[in-house]
């Protein structure tokens, strides 16, 4: 059984990263502000009234709750959350036993949250776009990049927990 951080020795780091097309908290607010100025221009309610900020809120709390654990994790595991900045583990405890990906789950939860608490569809008809680059620009880039510098450990993480949920 692994344990559950794997570390590079300091002196072993590499200096590089994996090469993400944007910060992925960007790639959900530019969307999200887009869905702002649509909803201003094209009201469209997604839910009754009454139900936009309980369903908006638990999202919120809910996607909050699964970031900050995932950030948690591996600020113990003494590695950066921020995908510009090379890796120096690989971490399977905490959240990253149910997701390699908590933190874009957690964000994903966040603009959902948003986007029920603002009761408009704009946010989710953009979310299949968000997920994409998501997938691509950034998870896509990670994962060959936590191959090449863990190799068979990555892998059999990755064959282990699934990629969202």
């Known amino acids: 059984m692994c344990s559950p951080v794997t570390v590079i020795p300091s002196g072993e780091i590499p ?62 595991a003494k590695t950066s959350p921020k995908p510009w900045r090379p890796t120096t583990a690989v971490v399977t405890a905490g959240p990253y036993r149910f997701t390699r990906n908590p933190i874009y789950v957690g964000f994903s939860l966040i603009y959902i949250g948003v986007g029920f608490w603002a009761n408009t569809v704009w946010p989710f008809l953009l979310l299949p776009l968000i997920l994409l680059v998501m997938q691509f620009g950034v998870i896509a880039r990670e994962e060959v990049y936590l191959q090449r510098i863990f190799g068979d450990e990555y892998l059999e993480y990755k064959r282990r927990v699934r990629r969202w949920l």
């Open 15 to 76: 200096n590089s990263t994996a090469g993400v097309i944007a910060p992925p908290p960007l790639i959900y607010l530019v969307p999200l502000i887009g869905a702002s100025f649509l909803r201003h221009w094209y009201p469209v309610a997604i839910v009754a009234p009454r139900a936009a900020a309980p369903l908006g809120i638990a999202c919120l709390v809910l996607g909050l709750a699964i970031h900050l654990s995932a950030a948690l994790t591996l600020r113990r």
